[in-house]
């Protein structure tokens, strides 16, 4: 239940805009998690792509920092609370943690790809969500994100060619 001191009016339905809220926390704590593992294997990533794989997580992870902010305002704007630690991000994230000590290149970028791909699908139910709530602001935002998870998967994808 939201605090009423953070209530924010919407004429959206309550009990659809929790559904909405709640799935744009759910791609919120995944969009972080895929956050730190693409920084993890940005510095660790080693080999004769060094460089290329190098700036490529660095950009990607920039990409993706850049799209936590925008969802949890979207779920303030809905009259919602957000994430608000990093026990919160464990708690509700799928995206699997890599702590391994080691990780070839080709592996981080194959587990990266998959991850971006979780990531789309969670967009589609966001945008599944938004639409049977008639929230047009979110259906039209989470597909801009959706384009740029499939772009990284996409290059991901291709940096393993042949690798």
Excluded: C
């Excluded at 704590?29 to 700036?55: E, I, Q």
Aim: glycine share 4%; no cysteine.
């Amino acid at each position: 239940m939201t605090n009423p001191a953070l209530d924010t009016p919407t004429d959206l339905q309550t009990n659809q805009v929790a559904s909405v809220a709640d799935a744009l926390n759910q791609a919120l704590a995944d969009a972080y998690a895929l956050y730190l593992k693409t920084k993890n294997f940005h510095w660790h990533v080693s080999g004769p792509h060094f460089r290329d794989y190098h700036l490529l997580l660095d950009d990607q992870a920039t990409e993706i920092l850049g799209v936590t902010d925008l969802i949890a305002e979207r779920v303030r704007k809905l009259g919602e609370t957000t994430l608000r630690s990093i026990g919160d991000i464990a708690r509700r994230q799928q995206v699997r943690d890599n702590d391994a000590d080691f990780v070839p290149p080709r592996d981080m970028l194959l587990e990266l790809r998959d991850d971006n791909l979780k990531l789309v699908q969670q967009f589609r139910e966001v945008k599944e969500l938004a639409d049977a709530a008639k929230d047009n602001a979110t259906s039209g935002i989470v597909d801009e994100w959706t384009d740029q998870a499939e772009q990284r998967a996409w290059f991901l994808f291709e940096a393993t060619r042949g690798a």
